[in-house]
């Protein structure tokens, strides 16, 4: 067995933790006195006239969680922001505005990032542990690694991709029903708010739960428009941040809003019928690739077949 083995690096890495793992479990580490002594020492400062006083430090907490975690907690959650920035563009308020757009309002960044580094990490493993089983060598081990990393670093993501295309779809099909209800409620002298309360009243889905949201911020005291504007910012659909604008227009200029929603459901109306049209068009392009791939070379062989003999006259 050779020094360039994998299985020595990965036997002799597994020996390490199993090491550092036991004198973790066997000798605890000394407890630092700063953060006990500091409260009494700026207390007799304060009295000598040299600081003030806090008596919110006066309240010592010491430290919390297992001491393995502390130690690997910080460079796991950076390594995992690391990964984040290099396949997410933007933030942690990027991450989760499309953590709120697919459906996933529990889950924070930084859960996310955890979790993505989580499968990037199982893929790897499963990579570099398949390459040792087959005795490949080195350096197939880490191209082996890295090619099973990336899917598993990739999946998150390509997970609140398809949630927000399909909430993105399920809201195109309420939307003109939505904008045609509240049209109802505006032409029977409901105001913009009350309105949008009635329809959230009776209504279920992913544009009524937008809207109740934006009520709640309405109740909670925020101005009307800069709620409604503040949702068109978070949507994922651009066709609900234009009902939520007319909304919130609505609330401030007044006017005929029936006629605006009218029209705007008459628009989504359309816009509906163009796409089926276009995939309509594809799916009767798509029934055209079997004949030509199959149909068309056996109806080749069958006139190729008699062209010997009308040529030859055999």
Known sequence: ???????????????????????????????????????????????????SADTAVLHVEGPTGH????????PIRRL????????????????????????????????????QLAWAAGGCSLGVALGVVTGQPSGVVLLLGGLLGFPGATRWRSRL????????????????TVAQVL????????GPVEAVRAVTRRGRGEV???????????TGGVDPRRAYEQLAERTPEPAAARLYRILGSATRSGGDVARSLLAFAEDLRAERAEEVARRAIRRRSAMLVPLLVLVAPVMLLFVAAGLPHVIFGR
């Open 183 to 190: 049209a109802v409620y505006a032409r029977t002298g409901h």
């Open 161 to 176: 991709t398809r949630a927000i295309d399909a909430r993105r779809a399920r809201m195109r099909v309420e939307l003109a």
């Open 67 to 74: 001491p393995v975690t502390r130690v690997l907690g910080p």
């Open 1 to 51: 067995m050779s020094a360039a083995d994998p299985s020595v690096f990965v036997a002799g890495l597994s020996a390490a933790v199993a090491a550092a793992g036991a004198v973790g479990l066997a000798v605890h580490p000394p407890r630092r006195l700063g953060g006990r002594v500091r409260p009494f020492a700026q207390l007799a400062r304060s009295r000598l006239g040299t600081g």
């Open 208 to 218: 009524v739960a937008e809207l109740t949201e934006a009520l709640a911020w309405i």
């Open 80 to 115: 995992a922001q690391v990964l984040s920035d290099l396949l997410d563009a933007g933030g942690p308020a990027i991450v989760e505005l499309r953590l709120r757009q697919a459906g996933y309002p529990d889950v924070t960044a930084d859960q996310y990032r955890m979790r």
